[in-house]
């Protein structure tokens, strides 16, 4: 079973979002931000024109996932490498959290306050640690252009190029 439940996503949680808004409950992106109050980049999660603060609700998750993934971390490392359960499990607390069924949250003023960061205040960083990564010429236009760079118009697309994908490190 994947975890996900369908019907989630058309039962809106208690934050407001406008419907034209890019983070409504059906996408909830997450990321890296800080404050000027707290300049320590941290994870957070959009939703409406709010970012939840989840280093301030971390205590709402399973130990094993604040510790792994929330508690100290500056990217989002940590829970892209702790694989598909834990990402259920995220997810699915998220959904908990942010749901009109849940009173953790909703009904707690002080920790709202504290949680729910107007975007406006926030400043992005960037998410994830890049330690390496392989590009392949996937597009014969791609390709063509690269090769034009590097070999002039007359010899741009190698041969290779139509029998073998080519990627570069």
Known sequence: SSGINAEWPLRPGFVEVNEDSDFSYQNLPYGIFSTLSNETPRMGVAIGDYVLDLSAVKHLFSPELAEKCIQGQTTLNALMGAGRPAWTEFRNTLKKILSKDDASLQNNSGLRAQALIPTKEVTMHLPARIGDYTDFYSSKNHATNVG??????DNALQPNWLHL???YH
């Open 148 to 153: 034009t760079m590097f070999r002039g118009k």
């Open 165 to 167: 994908p080519v990627g």
